[in-house]
Structures are given as structure tokens and as C-alpha cells.
């Protein structure tokens, strides 16, 4: 009987055994199943999202977030999709839920909850919300750039400037920081360090619409302190020096490049042969002008110049950013040196940046 009965016990323990593992395998399978469903719901909300219809991606979304209210895609799309609405406050809750959670959308989730704040008109909020984000996220380029565009718009020029710094020390090839961290600087009156920055973005984004813009803003800065009068007498503004303004003699020397292009040695010169010269002029004054200067400026933007003129480059990278002009004599001059503009590319993405 003690035999038979512990025969039975073992007995049942086997079948409790296996029926918690057929209930795992239907949990399992539940679990799966509704990951499915899920996913399929988002997937046409995105698709509707994409095409504009973002009413019906907001219903596909709450369909999947009947089925888990805490999924974080499907809370980051319909966050996505609110915030494309103008319906900032349902795109933070949502952000809240994601960011709450731990998973892969968390990064982009902080960054979107910071852009519908500063949408919102909450740009303190929005502040606080990227410095937290990047205290968990210290290596993402874009929490920095969305901070210093923020920052930027509330004239915190200093604190932009910082923070676009730190984005392009994480990503050089961020065409956005080089283009911000442009009319941060020349919203300060440091033209050299403008000049560099928009020279950079023009390097990454030649074309289209920003180019163009960043492209006017370029020439407008070269051309400062020079006036061309009606008897065609040049004159050249001297600011007074100013001994803290370690980019003052390349300031200087930008002037009487514009000025030089009057000599009579320039006049049968093209405008954008004039252009390439005078960046050979500035890039080797800036080169020469560093000595035992360091920091961001000197070790990130100037070294990077003064190698391209070292490297016999500066013709294809004035030819190259001028694209945005969309000028006949701009496209002949690339078809035509196509091994150049080449050699230029290959070493500019071989270049490392120091800081």
C-alpha cells in the first residue's frame, strides 16, 4: 500500500507538472498571439500616418493600446502622430507612458516629450526634459541639438552654443548643429567662428533650400567691413582690436580679401576662382595664426580647414559648397574635375576631428 501510494503521488505531481507547462504554452502562445495583433495595428497606423489620413493611424493605435495600454510603440506612434495634430498635451502623455517604461523607444520618446513642450510654449519644461534625458542619454547627438535649439530660441546663446559643441563632438556629419551653431555665432558678432561653422554645414548639405540660405549668409559675412564707393574707391571699416578676440587677425585679413578682389591682378577672375582663392587666403592665415591655441574652435573647426589647404583640397570644397547657386560654371567645373571633387570626399570622410 506505502508502495501503490507513492506511486500515486508521483503520479500526481507529474500531471501538476505538465499542466503548468501546457499553461505556459498557452500563456506563451497568448502572449505572442496579442504581440502580433499589436504590431499589426501599428503597422497600419504608420502606413496611414504616412499618408496622411492621421484621424485613422490614431484609431489603428488605440486598437493596440486596448490590448496593452503600456505598449511602448504603440504609444511613441500615436504620440508621433498626435504631435504631427498639434495635440501636443495627448503626444506627452503618451511620451510619459513610453519614457515610464524601459524599452528601445525610451530616446526618442524623451526627444519628441521635448519638442511638444517647446511646442506647447513650455520651453523651461522642455529644457528640463532634454537635460534628464541626456543624464540617461550622454552619447545621443540629438538630445544635445534639440536642447541648443531650444536654448536658442530663448536667446540663451551660451548655453546653445555649449550644446552644439557637445552634438557635433558625438556626430561631425550632423549637417543641423554645424548650420545652428552658424547663426549662433553670428548672432554674437564672432564672424570667423559663423564663417566656419556655415562653411561645415555646406560641406554636408550643398543643396537645396537651406543651402541656399546658408550660402547668402556666407557671402554676406566675407564681404563685411568693405564698401565699394561711386568714384570706385574701396574702403576698408577697421573695428578696434580687441586683444581678447583670438580670431581677430583673421578677421582682419577677411576684409582685405573681399577688398583685394578690386586689384587689378583679380578682375579677369571669375567670381568663384576669387571665392577659392580667398579661402586659401583665410584657411592658411587661420593655420598659421593657432600657434599654442586650443579648444573647440582651434582643435575642431581650424585644424580641419588648414589640413584641406595642406591637402591641396580647398579648390574642390569651394566649388563643391557652391553648389546651391545652381550656376552653369559651378556644374561644368565639377563634370570636369570629377577626380578631384573624388580625391576631396574620400579625404574628408577619412578626417578625424579633434577637440
Not at 145 to 161: G, I, P, R
Amino acid at each position: 500500500m506505502k508502495g501503490q501510494k507513492k506511486k500515486n503521488c508521483r503520479g500526481e505531481a507529474m500531471k501538476k507538472i505538465i499542466g503548468i507547462i501546457f499553461l505556459l504554452a498557452l500563456f506563451s502562445c497568448g502572449i505572442f498571439g496579442q504581440t502580433d495583433e499589436i504590431n499589426g495595428y501599428v503597422d497600419e497606423g504608420i502606413k496611414l500616418h504616412d499618408s496622411g489620413d492621421y484621424k485613422g493611424a490614431i484609431g489603428q493605435y488605440e486598437k493596440a493600446l486596448q490590448l496593452d495600454r503600456k505598449s511602448p510603440l504603440a504609444n511613441y506612434e500615436i504620440a508621433m502622430t498626435y504631435l504631427a495634430v498639434k495635440e501636443y498635451e495627448k503626444a506627452i502623455e503618451h511620451c510619459r507612458i513610453v519614457i515610464a517604461g524601459n524599452s528601445d523607444h525610451v530616446l526618442p520618446a524623451s526627444i519628441l516629450e521635448g519638442s511638444a513642450l517647446d511646442l506647447l510654449g513650455k520651453p523651461r519644461e522642455a529644457i528640463a526634459a532634454y537635460k534628464k534625458a541626456i543624464r540617461q542619454f550622454p552619447d545621443h547627438h540629438l538630445l544635445y541639438y534639440n536642447l541648443a535649439l531650444t536654448l536658442y530660441n530663448q536667446n540663451e546663446v551660451k548655453d546653445s552654443e555649449e550644446a552644439l559643441q557637445q552634438a557635433l563632438k558625438i556626430k561631425p556629419a550632423h549637417a543641423s548643429s554645424h548650420m545652428l551653431l552658424g547663426y549662433v555665432m553670428r548672432d554674437q558678432n564672432h564672424r570667423v567662428k559663423s564663417l566656419l561653422a556655415f562653411y561645415n554645414f555646406l560641406l554636408l548639405e550643398p543643396k537645396g533650400n537651406r543651402a541656399k540660405s546658408a550660402l547668402g549668409i556666407l557671402n554676406s559675412e566675407l564681404k563685411k567691413g568693405v564698401t565699394r564707393n561711386s568714384d570706385k574707391s574701396t574702403s576698408v571699416a577697421v573695428s578696434a582690436s580687441d586683444e581678447k578676440d583670438e580670431f581677430s587677425r583673421a578677421e582682419f585679413m577677411l576684409s582685405l580679401l573681399e577688398a583685394s578682389k578690386d586689384l587689378e591682378k583679380n578682375i579677369a577672375k571669375t567670381e568663384y576662382e576669387l571665392f577659392s582663392d580667398n579661402n586659401k587666403s583665410f584657411f592658411a592665415v587661420l593655420g598659421e595664426s593657432k600657434k599654442a591655441s586650443k579648444g573647440f574652435w582651434w582643435n575642431y573647426y581650424v585644424d580641419f580647414f588648414y589640413a584641406m589647404y595642406n591637402n591641396n583640397h580647398v579648390d574642390a570644397f569651394s566649388y563643391y559648397i557652391s553648389q546651391a547657386k545652381d550656376d552653369e560654371k559651378i556644374a561644368a567645373w565639377l563634370k570636369n574635375n570629377q577626380e578631384r571633387i573624388d580625391s576631396f570626399l574620400k579625404w574628408f570622410l577619412g578626417y578625424k576631428r579633434g577637440y
